[in-house]
C-alpha cells in the first residue's frame, strides 16, 4: 500500500512521449524549466528587500536579470547594480554564471563584471538559489573578500582609505541605461 | 380454367395438322426431298418447326450408304421429328397462373394420341446407327436424333417460355414468385424429358440413357442460365432464402416475442411450443429441461417453411438454377442469420449467469446446423448415381464445420456485446452475465483490439465530451474498472481503455473535487435519501471501505503462491507489462493525478469545510483519512491528520479553557463555532462562547469576512484569548469572525425567534438590539459602517432577516425591525404599521428569501472578486520583478512575459491587465514612458 510507486498508467505514455519527439537535453532543459519557474515563484512569494530578479525577454527562462539594491552604511548605498544571470542546462548541478551589468568598483569584481565568489564556484551547490546568490552578493558588497581581490587597487583602498573608496565607486556607477 | 379451353382447341388444331400430316404425307416430303438431293442440296426436309439450320442428314454419312438407305432415313427422321417436335401456343396461362394448375395442363399434355405405329421403329433405326458409331461424339456430323431434340427443346423454350418467365422476374415483389418460376421451369423440364423417356430411350441401353439425360439436362440448365439474368433470380433467391429461414431458425418467433416483451414485460404466456428464445431457455432450470427446449418439434409454421424450403431448394436443383450458385446464396443467407439471430436472441439480456454461448452453441447445434445439412443434401446432390458411393462416405456438414459455425456465432456474439458494451457498463452491476460471455470471445488478440478499439471510439463519442458530468464520467470510470477486471483480471485491456479516460479526467478542473468529495460522502446518509444524490460519488467511499478488507488479504501481489485466482499475463500484453498495483477502483481514481499534492490540497479544502460544520463528531471523516493514509503513506496527509486532530483538541482545550476560566454560561444550549464563536443574545445572560482552534500553518486558505464583533462577544473573545495563552504558552489565537456559527434568540414584542444562523448574520441582528420598544430602523450604509462589514453582506444579512419576517425593508437598503408579525394577508393595511413593502405576505417572504439567497451569491461573488484581486496582486510582484529587471515595457510584452513565467500560466485577458495597470498608475507605482511603456516609478 505504498503510494511512491509510480503510476504506469500514468507514466507510460509520457515516457513514450518523450521518448519519441525529443532528446535527453531537452529533457534537461525541461527540469531546468521547472526549476526556475519555482524559484521564480518563490521570489516572488516572499521577496527580500533590496533583491529582484526576473527571467529576460527571450523566453526561455535561462538568462535573468537581477537587481541589488546597494545595502546601507556601505560605499554602494542608494546605488542600483544590475546582474545577469545564465543558466547552464544542468542547473542546479552547476553554478549559474553571473556577471554585474552595472560598473562597480569592488575588490572582487573585476572591470569586466566578473565576479569571484566560491559559492558561484567551487563551493556551489544544488540546494542555492537565485536568491541565495543574491543574498550573498548583497552581503559581499559590505564585507569583501580582500584575501583573493580581482582589484587590487579596491582591496587596498577598502583597507585604508574608505573615503577614497567610495569616491571611486561612486565615479565609477552608471545606471545601466546610460551605459547601455 | 379459363385457360383449358384454348388449349385444348390449340392442342387438337396442332395435333391434327402435325399428325395427319405425319401419318398421311409421307411419301412427299421424300420424294421432295429426293429431288433435292439430287440437285445435291440438302437432302434433309425442311421441318417447318425447325430452326436448325446445318443439320444435314446425309453429308458424311451416306459415303457407303445407298440411296434406298438414305430414303429410309429420311422417312424415318421425318417420322420421328414430326412426332417429337413440340407444340407451341398455350403456355402463356400456364406461366401466368405460376404453374398452379400443372398437374391438370400435364394431364392434356400427356394424353395426346397414342403414338402413332412405326414411331418405335424409325426411332430404333434414326438411333442404331448412332450407337453404332459412338453417337455421343458431337463432332461427327451425323444427323442426331437426340441433337436435334436439343434444339428443338431450346428453340420451343425460348420462343413460350422465355418472356412468360421474364415475365414473372420483374414482378419481384411478390411472395413466393420463386416458387412459380421454378414451378414452371419444372414443367417444361417435365415437357421435355417426357417425350425423350417414353419414346427415345426404350431403344437405348441404360448407359446411354444416363448419357442422354444427362445431355439434355445439360442443355436445359443452359438455357435456363441464358433466359433468366442470374443477377436478378439470385436476389430473389436470396430474399425467399431468408424468408423460410427465418421462420425455421425461430427467428420470426424470436422478435415477435421480443416485441412482445417490448410492449408490456409483464409475465406471460407466449403459445409458443416451439422456441429458441434465451429468455426461456435461462428460465429452464435443469440443463436436460433447456436440451429438451430445443429439440422441441416445431411449430407447424416452422415445418411448413422447412417443407417449403426443401421443396424450393428441390426445384432449384432440378432446374438447375441450383448447385454452386445456390449454395453461394445458401451461406450469404445464413451467415446474415447467424448475425441476425445473435443479436434477436441476445441483445438486451445481460443477467448473470450468462447461459448464452451454451444457448447459441446448442442453437446451432441443433437447429442451425440441421437445416444446413438437409440443405446441402439437396444441393450436392450427385448428378448422375455414377457418383453414389463417394456420396455414401461424403458428409456434407463435419464436426469441423460445427465447431467451427460454434466459432463463428460465439464471435458475433462477441461483437453484439462490444457494440452494446457502453450500456452493459452503464447498467453494471446488474449487466455482469453480458461480460461474462465477452470472456469468450476475448480470447485473440485480434477480438481483444477490436474489442478495446470499438468500445474507445464509442466512449470518445458518449462519455467523453462536455455533455457529461464529470461526476457521471468517474461513475462510469468506476464501472468500467470493475467490469474490466472481471473480463481481464491481468488489467492489460483495462490499461488500454482507461488511458483516454483518465487523460481526459485530468483535464477537468472538477475531476479532484468530486473524487474527494465522494471519498467524504457518507454511505449511511445516502442510503436514507435513495441513491438520487447524483453529484456526490458516494460508491467511492463505499469502495474505500470495502477495498480496504479486501486488501489487508491480498497485499503480496504478485509473489503470493498461494493465490488460487492467479492467471497469467494475456497474450498480447507487452513483454514488460505489469499489473498495475493500484488498479483498483480507489487506486485507480486518486492515481488519476501525477502529483499526489492536487489531491493532499483538495483533500485539505474539503475537509475543512467539513470540520468547520458544527457537527458532534467526525467519525467518516476520521475513518477516511486512516484508510487513505494506507494509500498514500502517513506523511502525505499529515497536514489532514493535523486538521482533525486540531478539531479533537479543541473540544478539549474548549472545556478546559471554559472550566478555568468561568465561562460556561448557565443555559447548555449546544454552540460551537469557529474559531470565534459567539451568540448575540439581545438580552439576559453571558454568551457561551465556544472555539475551534485550528493550526494556520496547517489549514488551507480561510476565505472569511472580516467585521467587527458585538462588543460582549468581543470581551469574550478576549477572555478566552487569554485563557488559551495561558494554556498553550508559546501560541497566540486570532479570530476569524466571519466562520461559524451563533445560536440567536430574538426577544420581539409578539414572538421569540430561535435559531441557529451565521456569525455575520447574527451580527448584523445584533446591531438592531435596542432596549427600547422602539423599532430600529437602519441603512445598509450606515450597518455596513458600524460593524466595518461589505456592504453586499451586510445587504445579504438583512435579506435573510426579511425571510425570517424579523426585518422589513422600508424603502431600498433600508431596513427595519418587525417587532409585531402583520396581522394577516386581510387587513395588512392596518397592521402595525407596515406599508407596502412590509407587506409581508408569505410570498414576500418568499420572494425575500430569494432575494437574500441572490444577496448572499453576491456577497460570494464579492469575495470571490477579492480572492482574484488576490491572486492579481501575485501577479503583480511579477510585474514588479519584471520591470524592475527588465526595464520600461509594453503591455504587449508583460503579458508574453507574465505567460511564461507565471506556473499554470497567466489568465487575465490583456484588458483586465490594463485596467489594472491603469489602477498601479493611478497609484503612482507605475508610469507610463514614451512608447506606451510602463515603467516601474523608483
Given at each position: 500500500?505504498?503510494?511512491?510507486?509510480?503510476?504506469?498508467?500514468?507514466?507510460?505514455?509520457?515516457?513514450?512521449?518523450?521518448?519519441?519527439?525529443?532528446?535527453?537535453?531537452?529533457?534537461?532543459?525541461?527540469?531546468?524549466?521547472?526549476?526556475?519557474?519555482?524559484e521564480?515563484?518563490?521570489l516572488?512569494?516572499?521577496p527580500s528587500p533590496g533583491l529582484s530578479a526576473f527571467p529576460n525577454?527571450?523566453?526561455?527562462?535561462l538568462s535573468w536579470t537581477a537587481t541589488i539594491t546597494g545595502p546601507t552604511e556601505t560605499p554602494y548605498e542608494g546605488l542600483t547594480l544590475k546582474l545577469s544571470f545564465a543558466f547552464p542546462?544542468?542547473y542546479p548541478y552547476s553554478p549559474p554564471t553571473v556577471l554585474f551589468k552595472t560598473p562597480i568598483y569592488h575588490p572582487n569584481v573585476d572591470f569586466s563584471g566578473r565576479i569571484c565568489l566560491d559559492i558561484l564556484k567551487d563551493k556551489w551547490s544544488a540546494v542555492y538559489n537565485v536568491q541565495s546568490v543574491l543574498l550573498s552578493l548583497q552581503s559581499l558588497l559590505g564585507e569583501p573578500n580582500n584575501a583573493s581581490p580581482l582589484n587590487a587597487q579596491a582591496a587596498e583602498l577598502w583597507e585604508s582609505d574608505q573615503e577614497e573608496y567610495k569616491r571611486l565607486v561612486l565615479a565609477r556607477h552608471r545606471d545601466v541605461e546610460d551605459v547601455e | 380454367?379459363?385457360?383449358?379451353?384454348?388449349?385444348?382447341?390449340?392442342?387438337?388444331?396442332?395435333?391434327?395438322?402435325?399428325?395427319?400430316?405425319?401419318?398421311?404425307?409421307?411419301?412427299?416430303?421424300?420424294?421432295?426431298?429426293?429431288?433435292?438431293?439430287?440437285?445435291?442440296?440438302?437432302?434433309?426436309?425442311?421441318?417447318?418447326?425447325?430452326?436448325?439450320?446445318?443439320?444435314?442428314?446425309?453429308?458424311?454419312?451416306?459415303?457407303?450408304?445407298?440411296?434406298?438407305?438414305?430414303?429410309?432415313?429420311?422417312?424415318?427422321?421425318?417420322?420421328?421429328?414430326?412426332?417429337?417436335?413440340?407444340?407451341?401456343?398455350?403456355?402463356?396461362?400456364?406461366?401466368?397462373?405460376?404453374?398452379?394448375?400443372?398437374?391438370?395442363?400435364?394431364?392434356?399434355?400427356?394424353?395426346?394420341?397414342?403414338?402413332?405405329?412405326?414411331?418405335?421403329?424409325?426411332?430404333?433405326?434414326?438411333?442404331?446407327?448412332?450407337?453404332?458409331?459412338?453417337?455421343?461424339?458431337?463432332?461427327?456430323?451425323?444427323?442426331?436424333?437426340?441433337?436435334?431434340?436439343?434444339?428443338?427443346?431450346?428453340?420451343?423454350?425460348?420462343?413460350?417460355?422465355?418472356?412468360?418467365?421474364?415475365?414473372?422476374?420483374?414482378?419481384?415483389?411478390?411472395?413466393?414468385?420463386?416458387?412459380?418460376?421454378?414451378?414452371?421451369?419444372?414443367?417444361?423440364?417435365?415437357?421435355?424429358?417426357?417425350?425423350?423417356?417414353?419414346?427415345?430411350?426404350?431403344?437405348?441401353?441404360?448407359?446411354?440413357?444416363?448419357?442422354?439425360?444427362?445431355?439434355?439436362?445439360?442443355?436445359?440448365?443452359?438455357?435456363?442460365?441464358?433466359?433468366?439474368?442470374?443477377?436478378?433470380?439470385?436476389?430473389?433467391?436470396?430474399?425467399?432464402?431468408?424468408?423460410?429461414?427465418?421462420?425455421?431458425?425461430?427467428?420470426?418467433?424470436?422478435?415477435?416475442?421480443?416485441?412482445?416483451?417490448?410492449?408490456?414485460?409483464?409475465?406471460?404466456?407466449?403459445?409458443?411450443?416451439?422456441?429458441?428464445?434465451?429468455?426461456?431457455?435461462?428460465?429452464?432450470?435443469?440443463?436436460?429441461?433447456?436440451?429438451?427446449?430445443?429439440?422441441?418439434?416445431?411449430?407447424?409454421?416452422?415445418?411448413?417453411?422447412?417443407?417449403?424450403?426443401?421443396?424450393?431448394?428441390?426445384?432449384?436443383?432440378?432446374?438447375?438454377?441450383?448447385?454452386?450458385?445456390?449454395?453461394?446464396?445458401?451461406?450469404?443467407?445464413?451467415?446474415?442469420?447467424?448475425?441476425?439471430?445473435?443479436?434477436?436472441?441476445?441483445?438486451?439480456?445481460?443477467?448473470?449467469?450468462?447461459?448464452?454461448?451454451?444457448?447459441?452453441?446448442?442453437?446451432?447445434?441443433?437447429?442451425?446446423?440441421?437445416?444446413?445439412?438437409?440443405?446441402?443434401?439437396?444441393?450436392?446432390?450427385?448428378?448422375?448415381?455414377?457418383?453414389?458411393?463417394?456420396?455414401?462416405?461424403?458428409?456434407?456438414?463435419?464436426?469441423?464445420?460445427?465447431?467451427?459455425?460454434?466459432?463463428?456465432?460465439?464471435?458475433?456474439?462477441?461483437?453484439?456485446?462490444?457494440?452494446?458494451?457502453?450500456?452493459?457498463?452503464?447498467?453494471?452491476?446488474?449487466?455482469?452475465?453480458?461480460?461474462?460471455?465477452?470472456?469468450?470471445?476475448?480470447?485473440?488478440?485480434?477480438?481483444?483490439?477490436?474489442?478495446?478499439?470499438?468500445?474507445?471510439?464509442?466512449?470518445?463519442?458518449?462519455?467523453?465530451?462536455?455533455?457529461?458530468?464529470?461526476?457521471?464520467?468517474?461513475?462510469?470510470?468506476?464501472?468500467?474498472?470493475?467490469?474490466?477486471?472481471?473480463?481481464?483480471?491481468?488489467?492489460?485491456?483495462?490499461?488500454?481503455?482507461?488511458?483516454?479516460?483518465?487523460?481526459?479526467?485530468?483535464?477537468?478542473?472538477?475531476?479532484?473535487?468530486?473524487?474527494?468529495?465522494?471519498?467524504?460522502?457518507?454511505?449511511?446518509?445516502?442510503?436514507?435519501?435513495?441513491?438520487?444524490?447524483?453529484?456526490?460519488?458516494?460508491?467511492?467511499?463505499?469502495?474505500?471501505?470495502?477495498?480496504?478488507?479486501?486488501?489487508?488479504?491480498?497485499?503480496?501481489?504478485?509473489?503470493?503462491?498461494?493465490?488460487?485466482?492467479?492467471?497469467?499475463?494475456?497474450?498480447?500484453?507487452?513483454?514488460?507489462?505489469?499489473?498495475?498495483?493500484?488498479?483498483?477502483?480507489?487506486?485507480?481514481?486518486?492515481?488519476?493525478?501525477?502529483?499526489?499534492?492536487?489531491?493532499?490540497?483538495?483533500?485539505?479544502?474539503?475537509?475543512?469545510?467539513?470540520?468547520?460544520?458544527?457537527?458532534?463528531?467526525?467519525?467518516?471523516?476520521?475513518?477516511?483519512?486512516?484508510?487513505?493514509?494506507?494509500?498514500?503513506?502517513?506523511?502525505?496527509?499529515?497536514?489532514?491528520?493535523?486538521?482533525?486532530?486540531?478539531?479533537?483538541?479543541?473540544?478539549?482545550?474548549?472545556?478546559?479553557?471554559?472550566?478555568?476560566?468561568?465561562?460556561?454560561?448557565?443555559?447548555?444550549?449546544?454552540?460551537?463555532?469557529?474559531?470565534?464563536?459567539?451568540?448575540?443574545?439581545?438580552?439576559?445572560?453571558?454568551?457561551?462562547?465556544?472555539?475551534?482552534?485550528?493550526?494556520?500553518?496547517?489549514?488551507?486558505?480561510?476565505?472569511?469576512?472580516?467585521?467587527?464583533?458585538?462588543?460582549?462577544?468581543?470581551?469574550?473573545?478576549?477572555?478566552?484569548?487569554?485563557?488559551?495563552?495561558?494554556?498553550?504558552?508559546?501560541?497566540?489565537?486570532?479570530?476569524?469572525?466571519?466562520?461559524?456559527?451563533?445560536?440567536?434568540?430574538?426577544?420581539?414584542?409578539?414572538?421569540?425567534?430561535?435559531?441557529?444562523?451565521?456569525?455575520?448574520?447574527?451580527?448584523?441582528?445584533?446591531?438592531?438590539?435596542?432596549?427600547?420598544?422602539?423599532?430600529?430602523?437602519?441603512?445598509?450604509?450606515?450597518?455596513?459602517?458600524?460593524?466595518?462589514?461589505?456592504?453586499?453582506?451586510?445587504?445579504?444579512?438583512?435579506?435573510?432577516?426579511?425571510?425570517?419576517?424579523?426585518?422589513?425593508?422600508?424603502?431600498?437598503?433600508?431596513?427595519?425591525?418587525?417587532?409585531?408579525?402583520?396581522?394577516?394577508?386581510?387587513?395588512?393595511?392596518?397592521?402595525?404599521?407596515?406599508?407596502?413593502?412590509?407587506?409581508?405576505?408569505?410570498?414576500?417572504?418568499?420572494?425575500?428569501?430569494?432575494?437574500?439567497?441572490?444577496?448572499?451569491?453576491?456577497?460570494?461573488?464579492?469575495?470571490?472578486?477579492?480572492?482574484?484581486?488576490?491572486?492579481?496582486?501575485?501577479?503583480?510582484?511579477?510585474?514588479?520583478g519584471?520591470?524592475t529587471n527588465q526595464g520600461?515595457?509594453?503591455?504587449?510584452?508583460?503579458?508574453?512575459?507574465?505567460?511564461?513565467?507565471?506556473?499554470?500560466?497567466?489568465?487575465?485577458?490583456?484588458?483586465?491587465?490594463?485596467?489594472?495597470?491603469?489602477?498601479?498608475?493611478?497609484?503612482?507605482?507605475?508610469?507610463?514612458?514614451?512608447?506606451?511603456?510602463?515603467?516601474i516609478?523608483q
Amino acid at each position: 500500500m505504498d503510494y511512491t510507486m509510480e503510476d504506469t498508467q500514468n507514466s507510460a505514455p509520457d515516457v513514450q512521449d518523450s521518448k519519441l519527439d525529443s532528446s535527453s537535453q531537452r529533457n534537461d532543459t525541461q527540469s531546468v524549466t521547472k526549476r526556475l519557474q519555482a524559484e521564480l515563484m518563490q521570489l516572488m512569494l516572499s521577496p527580500s528587500p533590496g533583491l529582484s530578479a526576473f527571467p529576460n525577454a527571450d523566453g526561455n527562462l535561462l538568462s535573468w536579470t537581477a537587481t541589488i539594491t546597494g545595502p546601507t552604511e556601505t560605499p554602494y548605498e542608494g546605488l542600483t547594480l544590475k546582474l545577469s544571470f545564465a543558466f547552464p542546462n544542468n542547473y542546479p548541478y552547476s553554478p549559474p554564471t553571473v556577471l554585474f551589468k552595472t560598473p562597480i568598483y569592488h575588490p572582487n569584481v573585476d572591470f569586466s563584471g566578473r565576479i569571484c565568489l566560491d559559492i558561484l564556484k567551487d563551493k556551489w551547490s544544488a540546494v542555492y538559489n537565485v536568491q541565495s546568490v543574491l543574498l550573498s552578493l548583497q552581503s559581499l558588497l559590505g564585507e569583501p573578500n580582500n584575501a583573493s581581490p580581482l582589484n587590487a587597487q579596491a582591496a587596498e583602498l577598502w583597507e585604508s582609505d574608505q573615503e577614497e573608496y567610495k569616491r571611486l565607486v561612486l565615479a565609477r556607477h552608471r545606471d545601466v541605461e546610460d551605459v547601455e | 380454367m379459363l385457360s383449358t379451353s384454348p388449349i385444348a382447341v390449340g392442342r387438337s388444331r396442332i395435333l391434327s395438322s402435325v399428325f395427319s400430316r405425319a401419318s398421311g404425307d409421307i411419301s412427299s416430303p421424300a420424294a421432295w426431298a429426293l429431288g433435292l438431293e439430287s440437285l445435291g442440296q440438302s437432302s434433309r426436309p425442311v421441318d417447318p418447326h425447325s430452326h436448325r439450320p446445318s443439320n444435314r442428314p446425309s453429308d458424311t454419312s451416306t459415303i457407303d450408304d445407298s440411296l434406298l438407305d438414305q430414303e429410309k432415313w429420311d422417312n424415318a427422321w421425318n417420322i420421328v421429328t414430326a412426332f417429337l417436335s413440340l407444340p407451341d401456343p398455350g403456355f402463356e396461362a400456364i406461366i401466368a397462373s405460376g404453374g398452379t394448375n400443372e398437374a391438370e395442363f400435364l394431364k392434356k399434355w400427356g394424353c395426346h394420341d397414342p403414338t402413332p405405329d412405326g414411331i418405335q421403329e424409325a426411332v430404333a433405326y434414326l438411333v442404331a446407327p448412332l450407337s453404332r458409331h459412338g453417337w455421343l461424339r458431337p463432332d461427327k456430323g451425323t444427323p442426331n436424333i437426340l441433337t436435334w431434340y436439343e434444339f428443338e427443346m431450346r428453340r420451343h423454350f425460348l420462343k413460350n417460355f422465355r418472356d412468360g418467365l421474364l415475365k414473372l422476374l420483374s414482378y419481384s415483389e411478390e411472395d413466393h414468385q420463386l416458387q412459380k418460376i421454378v414451378h414452371c421451369l419444372q414443367l417444361a423440364r417435365h415437357i421435355y424429358v417426357s417425350p425423350l423417356g417414353n419414346h427415345i430411350f426404350p431403344v437405348l441401353s441404360n448407359s446411354e440413357q444416363k448419357a442422354a439425360l444427362a445431355k439434355l439436362q445439360r442443355g436445359f440448365h443452359m438455357m435456363v442460365s441464358y433466359v433468366l439474368p442470374w443477377l436478378e433470380i439470385s436476389a430473389m433467391m436470396y430474399r425467399e432464402i431468408t424468408e423460410d429461414t427465418m421462420v425455421i431458425l425461430g427467428l420470426d418467433a424470436l422478435n415477435e416475442e421480443n416485441k412482445y416483451y417490448d410492449s408490456d414485460d409483464g409475465s406471460m404466456d407466449l403459445d409458443l411450443q416451439y422456441t429458441v428464445s434465451y429468455r426461456r431457455w435461462k428460465k429452464e432450470p435443469s440443463a436436460e429441461g433447456r436440451k429438451q427446449l430445443m429439440e422441441e418439434p416445431e411449430t407447424g409454421r416452422a415445418a411448413e417453411a422447412r417443407n417449403r424450403l426443401l421443396t424450393l431448394f428441390n426445384g432449384l436443383q432440378l432446374v438447375g438454377l441450383g448447385g454452386d450458385k445456390a449454395q453461394k446464396i445458401f451461406a450469404t443467407v445464413m451467415n446474415a442469420m447467424l448475425t441476425e439471430f445473435v443479436r434477436a436472441a441476445y441483445s438486451g439480456h445481460w443477467k448473470t449467469p450468462s447461459l448464452a454461448v451454451q444457448h447459441l452453441n446448442y442453437w446451432i447445434e441443433n437447429v442451425f446446423a440441421q437445416l444446413v445439412v438437409q440443405v446441402l443434401a439437396i444441393i450436392n446432390a450427385p448428378e448422375s448415381d455414377e457418383s453414389d458411393e463417394r456420396s455414401t462416405d461424403h458428409l456434407d456438414v463435419e464436426l469441423s464445420d460445427l465447431k467451427k459455425w460454434q466459432e463463428i456465432g460465439v464471435a458475433r456474439l462477441g461483437e453484439l456485446r462490444t457494440s452494446e458494451l457502453f450500456s452493459i457498463i452503464v447498467e453494471w452491476p446488474a449487466s455482469s452475465g453480458a461480460i461474462e460471455e465477452l470472456r469468450h470471445f476475448t480470447l485473440h488478440p485480434a477480438a481483444r483490439y477490436y474489442l478495446t478499439h470499438t468500445f474507445i471510439n464509442i466512449l470518445n463519442n458518449r462519455l467523453l465530451h462536455p455533455g457529461a458530468s464529470t461526476s457521471e464520467i468517474l461513475q462510469l470510470y468506476i464501472s468500467i474498472i470493475r467490469a474490466f477486471n472481471l473480463l481481464d483480471p491481468r488489467g492489460v485491456l483495462l490499461d488500454r481503455i482507461a488511458r483516454p479516460i483518465r487523460r481526459y479526467l485530468r483535464d477537468r478542473d472538477d475531476t479532484v473535487k468530486v473524487i474527494v468529495s465522494g471519498l467524504l460522502a457518507d454511505p449511511v446518509d445516502d442510503e436514507q435519501q435513495g441513491r438520487s444524490s447524483g453529484d456526490v460519488l458516494v460508491e467511492l467511499s463505499t469502495e474505500l471501505t470495502k477495498t480496504h478488507q479486501r486488501a489487508l488479504h491480498s497485499n503480496t501481489g504478485e509473489l503470493d503462491w498461494d493465490d488460487m485466482h492467479w492467471t497469467p499475463d494475456p497474450v498480447d500484453a507487452a513483454p514488460d507489462y505489469r499489473k498495475p498495483k493500484n488498479s483498483d477502483v480507489i487506486g485507480s481514481v486518486i492515481s488519476l493525478f501525477e502529483s499526489k499534492e492536487t489531491f493532499v490540497k483538495e483533500m485539505q479544502n474539503m475537509l475543512a469545510d467539513r470540520l468547520l460544520q458544527n457537527r458532534g463528531d467526525f467519525d467518516q471523516e476520521m475513518s477516511v483519512l486512516e484508510l487513505l493514509k494506507l494509500r498514500f503513506g502517513d506523511t502525505v496527509l499529515q497536514a489532514c491528520e493535523v486538521m482533525l486532530r486540531d478539531i479533537f483538541d479543541s473540544k478539549r482545550v474548549d472545556a478546559i479553557i471554559r472550566h478555568d476560566h468561568g465561562l460556561s454560561g448557565k443555559r447548555a444550549t449546544p454552540r460551537r463555532p469557529t474559531t470565534p464563536g459567539k451568540a448575540p443574545q439581545p438580552s439576559k445572560d453571558v454568551p457561551e462562547l465556544h472555539a475551534k482552534i485550528l493550526s494556520h500553518f496547517f489549514w488551507p486558505e480561510i476565505q472569511g469576512h472580516e467585521f467587527k464583533v458585538p462588543g460582549d462577544i468581543s470581551k469574550l473573545q478576549q477572555r478566552y484569548a487569554d485563557g488559551f495563552e495561558s494554556l498553550k504558552q508559546s501560541r497566540k489565537l486570532t479570530w476569524l469572525n466571519g466562520l461559524g456559527q451563533a445560536t440567536v434568540e430574538l426577544d420581539l414584542e409578539d414572538r421569540v425567534f430561535v435559531d441557529e444562523v451565521t456569525t455575520w448574520q447574527a451580527t448584523v441582528i445584533y446591531a438592531f438590539q435596542s432596549s427600547s420598544s422602539e423599532e430600529v430602523t437602519k441603512s445598509i450604509t450606515q450597518l455596513s459602517e458600524e460593524l466595518n462589514m461589505n456592504p453586499p453582506i451586510v445587504r445579504s444579512a438583512c435579506l435573510f432577516w426579511v425571510s425570517k419576517r424579523i426585518l422589513t425593508e422600508v424603502e431600498r437598503d433600508t431596513f427595519r425591525v418587525l417587532e409585531v408579525l402583520p396581522t394577516d394577508e386581510g387587513d395588512h393595511a392596518g397592521g402595525a404599521g407596515m406599508d407596502e413593502t412590509g407587506g409581508a405576505s408569505t410570498e414576500t417572504a418568499n420572494e425575500a428569501a430569494a432575494a437574500a439567497d441572490a444577496a448572499a451569491a453576491a456577497a460570494a461573488k464579492e469575495s470571490a472578486e477579492a480572492a482574484a484581486m488576490e491572486k492579481m496582486n501575485l501577479h503583480w510582484q511579477f510585474i514588479v520583478g519584471m520591470l524592475t529587471n527588465q526595464g520600461a515595457m509594453p503591455l504587449q510584452q508583460i503579458v508574453m512575459m507574465l505567460k511564461i513565467a507565471v506556473p499554470g500560466g497567466f489568465p487575465f485577458s490583456n484588458e483586465e491587465l490594463r485596467e489594472f495597470l491603469a489602477g498601479m498608475v493611478a497609484k503612482g507605482k507605475l508610469e507610463i514612458v514614451s512608447g506606451g511603456s510602463y515603467k516601474i516609478v523608483q
